[in-house]
């Protein structure tokens, strides 16, 4: 009797697990992992990584798939390839990132000297120049996750180590002056790097015009980390029907941010790299516009 009984489970076991095979099998080819020498068992722990740090340990296999498939596989395996030093894995960075990398600390920086230290000292973050205990190389790029483009991570970065460059500048300035003058040193806050201002208000305007629903239904999946399952039940419907809903609500969200970007004088194309950042990453307060559903 046990046995019989326990054969549907064990049958559902099975073909989950080939289905979960099946998916990655996807992911791995396109990704284009072999060209770097990932094997597909390296790209399933690379996943699995991924999943350790935005899932909670009792996540669904369904969100688990969600996860994987938004992320840029293509992006994340040559991140993780150059960051194990492959050699087709830099000319193929150096290729489609090296421009764009000395074009955004141009943005940044605006001045050209400073721009190019910027640039220059990522690099060599980025290759690893330092090593690890056990004599690896310790690269930035490992810290990459697939979460948004690989390209707008990079800006990101840039603009962070911009703010940590200005930080310490302003620190020693500041103490210099203020020990000459035999006053004692306070730290005080610094202001943010500048980023394209039409971006965050692009992103503003676009949150605050959804709905308090839709509002919440991102809120509640991208920064609060509840789950398909929690979010149904607290609004009496479906997981599939949520997962839906976010799709289709993120992918209108994007849509007002391009319109909003157009309307404030960007190209088309500057528009569409410009959705490239992962909009957690700007410097909008996300949390704060999203949370204004919630008492809607």
């Known amino acids: 009797m046990v046995h019989r009984g326990s054969m549907p489970g064990t049958e559902e076991s099975r073909a989950q697990a080939e289905s979960t095979e099946a998916y990655l099998a996807g992911l791995y080819a396109k990704s284009g992992a072999q060209k770097f020498a990932i094997s597909f068992q390296e790209f399933a722990t690379i996943l699995r990584e991924v999943s350790g740090r935005y899932l909670p340990q009792n996540a669904t296999h369904a969100e688990a798939a969600d996860l994987h498939r938004n992320l840029r596989v293509e992006d994340l395996v040559l991140a993780r390839a150059c960051a ?36 220059d000292g990522l690099y060599a973050d980025l290759f690893g120049v330092r090593q690890a205990a056990d004599g690896g190389r310790i690269s930035k790029l490992a810290s990459y996750t697939g979460r948004g483009s690989l390209a707008g991570w990079l800006r990101t970065v840039l603009a962070q180590e911009y703010v940590n460059r200005f930080r310490r500048q302003r620190h020693l ?29 692009a992103v503003d305007e676009a949150l605050l015009a959804l709905p308090p629903e839709e509002r919440l239904l991102l809120a509640s999946w991208y920064l609060d980390g509840r789950t398909l399952a929690q979010i149904a039940r607290m609004l009496g419907v479906h997981e599939s029907t949520i ?5 289709k609500t993120t992918m209108s969200l994007r849509k007002r941010i391009v319109r909003g970007l157009r309307e404030r004088g960007m190209s088309a194309r500057a ?13 909008v307060d996300v949390r704060g516009r999203l949370a204004q559903g919630r008492s809607a």
């Open 243 to 247: 997962s839906r809903r976010i799709e």
């Open 271 to 283: 528009a569409e790299e410009a959705m490239e950042v992962d909009v957690r990453d700007l410097f």
């Open 173 to 201: 300035v500041s103490f210099d002056q203020k020990s000459e003058a035999g006053e004692p040193f306070e730290a005080k806050p610094v202001a943010s790097a500048a980023v394209d201002s039409r971006l965050e208000h």
């Open 84 to 119: 194990r030093g492959n050699e087709v894995a830099w000319e193929c960075f150096l290729h489609q990132h090296r421009q764009k990398l000395y074009a955004a600390a141009a943005a940044i920086a605006k001045e050209g000297s400073i721009a190019r230290e910027l640039a």
